[in-house]
């Protein structure tokens, strides 16, 4: 008779269906792999994911609050960002492997993994080549972005530099929300102005907040 999903153990059941079937405690549990005294694997994923909220809160919690609850330590701690590392290594080489900066899903989500844990406003410009395939990014500024601290013509000498003939720009909102300010909306036209005189082509500025994102592209706004 076939071994029904739910009566698998978290192991057998991602090598029978894949990773995708696992719930959030089940991959957690896989990564604990061991539980503590009177509390097993199982039990502990779950006290663990209900006291953080989510796998995301989870990922991006400081050193000292993670390793406040029992049964997770300095241990898992550098093991879960060096796995959130070879994530965001695995998104980039994903995108130059594939081309896919001109899809803003891709985009989106490598950015998003870049950014959104990032405690300073940052400013990021990626340079693509004429088929849209990343020759560079540069974190061009750090701090509260507003129009006289970002420097269109940094960007274009930059852009010049490297042969790119399309842009795409991003910035983190370490407040969580991804809405576009003012400043944002100033900047953005800006910077398109000074592209398009040297024939750059803006595809694209993201905001990224705390698990959100704007597009100007997508929101019409380019």
């Known amino acids: 008779m076939e071994v029904q999903e739910a009566s698998l153990m978290p192991r057998e059941k991602l090598l029978k269906f894949g990773a995708a079937a696992l719930t959030d405690h089940e991959l957690l549990a896989i990564f604990l792999r061991t539980g503590i005294k009177n509390c ?39 093991q879960l960002q060096a796995c959130t590392e070879m994530t965001k290594r695995y998104l980039l080489e994903q995108l130059k492997i594939n081309h896919e900066f001109t899809s803003s899903e891709y985009v989106r989500m490598y950015l998003q993994t870049e ?6 406003e940052i400013f990021m410009v990626l340079f693509l080549d004429n088929r849209h395939r990343l020759i560079k990014q540069e974190e061009v500024f750090l701090g509260t972005i507003n129009s006289a601290a970002v420097h269109p013509r940094e960007i274009i000498k930059s852009a010049l530099y490297c042969n790119a003939a399309a842009i795409i720009l991003a910035h983190n909102h370490p407040s969580g929300v991804a809405e576009p300010s003012v400043a944002d909306k100033q900047i953005t036209e800006k910077i398109k102005q000074s592209a398009e005189l040297m024939e750059i082509r803006l595809l694209d500025h993201f905001v990224i907040g705390k698990g959100c994102y704007f597009s100007f592209c997508e929101n019409g706004w380019l």
């Not at 994911?49 to 390793?67: D, N, P, T, V």
């Not at 950014?115 to 300073?120: D, I, V």
């Open 40 to 78: 097993p694997v199982m039990q502990l994923s779950q006290e663990v994911l209900q006291h953080f909220g989510s796998l995301r809160a989870l990922i991006s919690a400081e050193q000292q609050q993670f390793c406040a609850f029992k049964g997770i330590g300095i241990t898992q701690f550098i």
């Open 115 to 120: 950014l959104e844990q990032r405690e300073r």
